[in-house]
Every structure is written in C-alpha cells, then in structure tokens.
C-alpha cells in the first residue's frame, strides 16, 4: 500500500524473496494490478523450488545474500498467495548482486545489503526484461548492510 501510495500505480513490482512475507504482504495487496516477480539468489532458492514442486519444500542455502534470504523453507500461510499472485520468481548470481550493489552506491549513494539489492540486479543483468514502456517498481529492502564489508564504498 506504501509503494503504491508513493510512487502510484505500476505494472511489475520486483521483491526479493527470503521466507516470503514481504513478498506476499506485497502480492496479497497488488493481486491482480500488477505483476509481481520474485527475486532469488541461485544459491538460495526457497520460493522457486516450492513453486516447482508446487508446496513449500526445503532446499540448501548459500551465498552472499543467505543472511537475509536465506530461508530453508517458504512460509506455510504466505505459499498459498505466491502460487496466485507471483508470476515467476527470477534467479540471480551472487556476481550480479554485487552488481546492483555496487551501482546502488555509485549511482545513488545508497547502501544496501546483498538481499536488498536481489530485486535490481534482476533489472540490470537482463535476467528480468521489461517491456517496451513497462512501468517496475524494485523494492530494496533490508537493514545489514555493513559499511566495512562493501570493498567498493569509500
């Protein structure tokens, strides 16, 4: 309601995904007004692999971003509003979210954990490709970004 309130209405949102609340507080609010594409490290592929095998299923965790996204297992009650109104759930690589991190910072100054920054890199390396005059939404979330382990920030 926030990000619509903010910005107003928008085509795609792109969120990334750790337990699935977020994703599916945003989805349940959205439904249909808007597609909702979720954004996973490859090396932590909770909500993928559940709408794979059609139920929440545990899978191994990893990589840069498992702090924040890594959850062995989606949600129970949120599973239900992913299959409905999540559309897809896109896969990143831990080099493309360090990508997005350091754009963030380069190009706006901002700071932001590796699983705030799962949603743009899906953007920026064309793993999500919007359409011709798409209007998307990316959600940055997350609050453990550390200054020190940010090579590139100085």
């Not at 109104?85 to 080099?95: F, I, M, Q």
């Not at 954990?113 to 940055?140: H, N, Q, T, W, Y």
Request: net charge negative; glycine share 12%.
């Amino acid at each position: 309601m926030e990000l619509e309130e903010q910005i107003g209405p928008v085509d795609t949102v792109l969120i990334a995904v750790g337990g699935g609340g977020l994703i599916g507080g945003v989805a349940a609010w959205y439904q249909s007004r808007a597609r909702i594409i979720g954004v996973e490290p490859e090396l932590a592929p909770s909500l993928y692999k559940a709408l794979e095998a059609e139920k929440p299923v545990d899978v191994q965790i990893g990589g840069i971003a498992a702090d924040s996204l890594g959850a062995r297992r989606v949600g129970e009650l949120m599973f239900p509003i992913a299959q409905k109104h999540v559309e897809r759930v896109v896969l990143v690589t831990d080099d493309q979210i360090r990508e997005a991190q350091k754009t963030l910072w380069h190009k706006l100054r901002m700071v932001a954990e590796p699983g705030g920054a799962a949603a743009l890199a899906a953007l920026i390396s064309g793993r999500f490709k919007p359409a011709a005059g798409e209007r998307v939404a990316v959600v940055l979330c997350g609050g453990n970004a550390e200054l020190s382990s940010l090579g590139f920030v100085g």
